[in-house]
Structures are given as structure tokens and as C-alpha cells.
């Protein structure tokens, strides 16, 4: 049976001290994943800025002067060679992000649903972040071979308005409805350091949990604040709020994949580990993210030695239920 989430409960979580909440996290990772395997991802982003919509956190957003320079649409021959590189890199999952309000129904969308198409007959997880999908185009998708899809619920429903004015909190719940209607796997999560409260904070997990089915993949972010964006001046997140965040979601979506997303430039060694020890098991690799650094693959690899972390296969997670 579905176990509901109060945000009383997820509060109770995310204040626990500090060792006793990692702790926890840390035992319920190892009741559902193997703590020596971290999924490594690339992200790619194959349609960059000009974006319509004002997140507030945005380096693509049109209306922001930022040091994004917009291109349109990558070839499908630069896509494959990127996912390539990336699947020899180590990477099983490859996620490509367009700065788009919506899919619209054109022949930039088609080439798309080739590029899908493509990287998943590599045998990569393919994942896109497009913005907004109708059932349509989810299906279509899905029939290319698409097996995850991101879209972000960023923050609080309460919070929300203050970093996006151009869509709504329901516009987001309706994406990932039309997702899961497709049976393509469901990836949101946030971003923290945007000047929400902590209970912004639960208030966000406490949404993510309590979707009718819960998503298979959380990525948690820490803001890279962009000159030029609106949240250019927020200062760094602290450590200690990442790994409360990862720990909390790892306790009550104790079957996804946690990912450590945007914000490892300025983290250590150490303050990763405290992250995987918390229950994140994903990175993304490469030197970019979509338009912002990222650590370098020889660092990431010194990281896994030194924590004699592996590399998780790809559609684990898919053969791991068809055997349970
Ligand atoms: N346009 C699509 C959308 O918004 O859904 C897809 C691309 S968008 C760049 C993907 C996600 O990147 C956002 O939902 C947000 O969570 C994250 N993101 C964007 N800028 C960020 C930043 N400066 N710091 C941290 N995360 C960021
Ligand atoms: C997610 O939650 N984080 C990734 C991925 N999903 C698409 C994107 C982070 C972007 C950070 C800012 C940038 O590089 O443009
Ligand atoms: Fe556009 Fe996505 Fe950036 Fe918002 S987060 S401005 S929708 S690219």
C-alpha cells in the first residue's frame, strides 16, 4: 500500500541531528542499493538559451544578459558523437536539455525523437528535459525510446511564484502526469540555495513524495547562481543543507536515484562523500553541465577510486523489478 508522507513527518526527518539523520539515510540506502555503485550521467544541451520563460535561477532565460550564447538545434551527427564519447567515458545515462517553454509540434521536435532514437540504440538510458509536454508528445517519445524524462518541480509550491512567473506550480504537475501516463520515467527535483526557507524545502520533497507514484529519479541541486540572473548574489548553500536535503529524500523515496547535481565545482572530496553517505548514488559527468562547469572527468574518477566507487549499469533499475 502507498504510504503517505505528512510534511510533519518529512520535517521530523530533515531536523533530526545531524549524524543520527545521515545515519538513517545511509541504513535505508543499503536496504534498496548497493552503496558501492553510483550512477554516472552527461548531460547535454542541444538547444542553448533564448529561452521565453523567467526562472529566476536561468543562465538561458532570453530576458537575462548572461554569458550564455544561444545556438539552435545540434545536428543529430554532434549529438551521437557526444553520446558516444559519453557511454566510453563510463556514462550510462544520457540526458539532453533544450531551453524551450514547451515542445511544439515541428520539425525541430521530429529531429528530436531521432535523436532519441539514436542514443538509445547505444544502449544508454536516454532522458530529455524539454519543458512542457502534452500526452501527445509523451507518447512519441516514448514510441523513439525515451526512457526518463526531467522536469523539475525547482521548490515549494508557495515559493514557486517568486522564481518563475511565467508558468504555474500545476503546469509542472501536469508534465510529469502526461509522463507517467507513458510509462517513461519520471525524474524531478530542485534546486536549493534560492533564498527559500527550510520549509520550502520539505515543502518540495514533501510534493515529490506524495506524487501518486513517487519518481524514479531526484535530482538535487545546488544553485549555481549566474551573473546576470536574478539569484546572481545568493551565497553558496552550505554543505550540511545538501546532505540534510539527499538524506531526507533518500528516507522517503527510498527507491530512487538521488542524484548529486548541479553545485559539485565548489564541493570537496569530502563533501561528496558525505553525500553518497547520505544516499545519493548518481553524478553527472563531463565539464559542463548544460551551460555551467562541472568537475572534470579525471577528478570524478579519483573521486570513485578513492571511495571505491563504481560505475552503476544502465536499466538496472528496469531489470532489477522484472526479476523481483
Ligand atoms: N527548459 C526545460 C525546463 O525548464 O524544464 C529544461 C532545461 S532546464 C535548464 C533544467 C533544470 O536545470 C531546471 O529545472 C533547473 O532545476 C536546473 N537549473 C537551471 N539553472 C540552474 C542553476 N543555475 N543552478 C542549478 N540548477 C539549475
Ligand atoms: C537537473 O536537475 N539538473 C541538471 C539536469 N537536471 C538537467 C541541469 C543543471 C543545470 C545547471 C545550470 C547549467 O549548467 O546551465
Ligand atoms: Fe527556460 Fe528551462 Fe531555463 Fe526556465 S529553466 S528559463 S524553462 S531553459
Given at each position: ?18 549524524m ?96 532519441v ?20 508528445q509523451?507518447?512519441?517519445l ?5 526512457y ?25 504537475l ?9 510509462k ?32 524514479e ?43 548529486l ?17 547520505a ?23 579519483a ?20 526479476h523481483?
Open positions: 500500500m502507498k504510504h503517505t508522507w505528512s510534511q510533519e513527518e518529512i520535517s521530523q526527518f530533515y531536523h533530526l541531528p545531524f543520527e539523520l545521515v545515519y538513517q539515510a545511509a541504513t535505508i540506502h543499503r536496504q534498496h542499493h548497493d552503496p558501492q555503485e553510483v550512477q554516472v550521467c552527461t548531460l547535454l544541451s542541444i538547444k542553448t538559451g533564448g529561452c521565453p520563460e523567467d526562472c529566476a535561477y536561468c543562465p538561458q532565460a532570453a530576458r537575462y544578459h548572461t554569458h550564455v550564447k544561444a545556438h539552435k538545434l545540434l545536428d543529430m551527427n554532434d549529438v551521437m558523437q557526444k553520446a558516444t564519447q559519453a557511454q566510453e567515458a563510463g556514462s550510462t545515462r544520457f540526458c539532453m536539455g533544450a531551453a524551450w517553454r514547451e515542445v511544439r509540434d515541428n520539425r525541430d521536435f521530429d529531429k528530436v525523437l531521432d535523436m532514437k539514436g542514443v538509445s540504440a547505444l544502449g544508454m538510458e536516454v532522458c530529455c528535459t524539454l519543458g512542457m509536454l502534452t500526452d501527445e509523451a507518447l512519441k516514448k514510441k523513439a525510446g525515451l526518463a524524462y526531467n522536469h523539475n518541480l525547482d521548490t515549494s509550491e508557495e515559493h514557486y511564484e517568486d522564481i518563475i512567473s511565467t508558468r504555474t506550480y500545476q503546469d509542472r501536469d508534465t510529469l502526469e502526461n509522463v507517467r501516463n507513458n517513461i520515467s519520471v525524474c524531478s527535483g530542485g534546486i536549493i540555495g534560492m533564498g527559500e526557507t527550510v520549509e520550502d524545502r520539505i515543502g518540495l520533497l514533501h510534493t515529490l513524495a506524495n506524487l501518486p507514484e513517487q519518481p529519479s531526484v535530482p538535487v541541486n545546488a544553485l549555481v547562481p549566474v551573473p546576470g540572473t536574478p539569484l546572481e548574489q545568493q551565497p553558496k548553500v552550505p554543505v550540511w543543507d545538501m546532505v540534510r536535503m539527499i538524506a531526507t529524500a533518500r528516507i522517503i523515496m527510498p527507491k530512487a536515484m538521488v542524484r547535481s548541479a553545485g559539485r565545482v565548489r564541493m570537496s572530496f569530502e563533501e561528496q562523500a558525505l553525500c553518497f553517505m544516499g545519493a548514488n548518481s553524478i553527472f559527468s563531463g565539464e559542463q553541465l548544460l551551460t555551467t562547469p562541472n568537475p572534470e572527468e579525471h577528478a570524478d574518477k573521486l570513485f577510486q578513492t571511495l571505491n566507487i563504481r560505475p552503476r549499469e544502465a536499466f538496472k533499475e528496469a531489470h532489477s523489478t522484472q523481483a
